[in-house]
């Protein structure tokens, strides 16, 4: 099966019921795949064909669901272009992945760089041109081989140029039938999706899972806090589909939301602090689940869990998955110690668009380097300490951002922390905090920095402590510790 198979087969059997609600459009399963093959039929009137890419610089939208599974039944491969990024940054994406048209929206289309600084681009489409455009025949998904590339994502580049990951129908149908099978999904699910669509999570741990589960995908262009609880209790929401921001900005709130409809907190993109893990099951009276992945493993990869949730872990690996954790001369550790994880399976990657050394790099013996630092218990559940290229390295002694944020979350003062290292003469690096605070909360440095010491070692304890207003993020919520260290 491939991608397209996957709408086609939902509209078979489940013609009639709900696939898409985007304010106040909404579309079956039948609508949906007309809809598309409708599209194909016009996209391959412009001379796009199998293996062409074509970019999709959308928001969260109607056209962004029919765009994608149009060009999956043509076999043209989706290019996912972060909405959020500037010309200069499109621009990089587009000249190395080379698409052969991209379709924009208004609302967006200003951020697109000139035609002359995409030469490969035939043609740029707008969402809202699409109906006027020649049509031919509707179009039938391809029989398509499942190694061929299905998508390309670029990765966030919180460090260093972004890479196209490649993901192929392989890669993407197992992960969508796994994702359905780890979260029981059932046609009477509902998921509210405001994380971007052109971010892995979005669109396949999202996106193609309910397809594929036959559920129905409720659209938000972007999160905007009101608006997302106010669907979720319009449309009885059944999957909550958050990143660790979403989760302290309602937990900051002074009141307890309607949430009643849900029956999974899903968590992922970045890790949840412990506390906020244990004040939002204190007051919803369910656990969140964490996930992990990366756009490389596209992108789920482990989950806590569909029978016992362990708090602190991303759980364990999916189905047909295996992880395991090596120290640098790539041998596996014991249980308890850290070390980086790898992941195998039919999940990971075809590899990095026009980048092989990139692709070897990341990928050895069929293991992906996550560049993740982590731990497995006992039980063979997970725990992600930090990444690699985060940890501060302060006169020798390594120092892991998270062991210090998650300190810092205990003030009931502060809402968001994050942890880097700064240039420091005499010890190479010296640990920094950054601290938003709850509106009308205080606290002084001194006073954090006391807590720390009465938790870590002295020289994990940040040398300063500074407030801002609010942390750097990615487009799925991810702080952007790049940012941070520029500041200082």
């Known amino acids: 099966m491939n991608v397209a198979q996957l709408l086609e087969a939902s509209a078979r059997y489940h013609a009639e019921r709900p696939a898409v609600v985007a304010g106040e459009r909404h579309f079956t399963y039948r609508e949906l795949d007309d809809a598309c093959s409708v599209l194909a039929g016009r996209l391959r009137k412009l001379g796009l064909r199998p293996g062409d890419r074509l970019g999709l610089h959308l928001p969260n ?55 002359d600084r995409m030469p490969s681009v035939r043609h740029v489409l707008h969402a809202a041109e699409l109906a006027a455009l020649a049509g031919g025949e509707p179009v039938r998904a391809l029989d398509l081989d499942r190694e061929a590339t299905a998508a390309i994502l670029y990765t966030s580049a919180t460090t260093g140029r972004p890479k196209g990951v490649m993901l192929s129908h392989a890669n993407v149908v197992s992960n969508a039938y796994a994702t359905v099978h780890h979260l029981r999904m059932t046609p009477d699910d509902r998921g509210l999706c405001a994380v971007p669509m052109f971010h892995c999570f979005g669109q396949n741990f999202v996106m193609n899972a309910l397809v594929c589960g036959g559920g129905v995908l409720v659209v938000q262009e972007r999160f905007v806090p009101d608006a997302f609880v106010e669907a979720i209790a319009r449309h009885r929401i059944t999957l909550f589909y958050g990143v660790p921001a979403m989760y302290i900005l309602f937990l900051a709130m002074d009141r307890t939301l309607d949430f009643g409809s849900v029956r999974i907190f899903f968590s992922a993109a970045a890790t949840l602090p412990t506390d906020v893990e244990r004040r939002w099951a204190e007051r919803y009276g369910r656990p969140v689940a964490q996930g992990y992945g990366l756009t490389e493993c596209s992108p789920f990869a482990a989950w806590n869990h569909d029978y016992a949730i362990r708090p602190g872990s991303v759980g364990t690996p ?84 998270r062991e210090v944020e998650e300190v810092l979350y205990r003030h009931e003062a502060v809402k968001e922390a994050a942890v880097v290292g700064v240039p420091d003469p005499v010890r190479g690096e010296a640990v920094k905090a950054f601290v938003v605070l709850r509106e009308g909360r205080a606290v002084t440095p001194e006073a ?37 260290r520029r500041l200082g």
């Open 61 to 115: 939208s109607a056209e962004f669901v029919q765009v994608y599974y149009a060009a999956q039944k043509l076999g043209v491969v989706p290019l996912s272009l972060n909405v959020t990024y500037a010309a200069e940054e499109i621009a990089y994406i587009v000249g190395d992945a080379t698409p052969q048209a991209i379709v924009t929206a208004a609302a967006v289309a200003g951020s697109l760089p000139p035609r």
């Open 318 to 401: 999916i189905e047909g998955v295996e992880m395991r954790v090596v120290d640098g001369e790539g041998r596996e550790v014991p249980d308890g110690e850290l070390g980086e994880i790898l992941i195998k399976g039919p999940n990971v990657m075809k590899g990095y668009f026009g980048n092989p050394a990139a692709t070897a790099e990341a990928i050895r013996d069929g293991w992906l380097h996550s560049g993740d630092i982590g731990y497995r218990d006992a039980g063979g559940y997970y725990y992600l300490v930090d990444r690699v290229k985060d940890m501060i390295n302060v006169a020798g002694f390594k120092v892991f951002p």
């Open 448 to 484: 954090l920095q006391e807590i720390c010491r009465g938790a870590v070692a002295s020289y994990k304890v940040p040398e300063k402590v500074e407030f801002i207003a609010a942390l750097p993020k990615n487009p799925t919520g991810k702080i952007l510790k790049k940012e941070l």
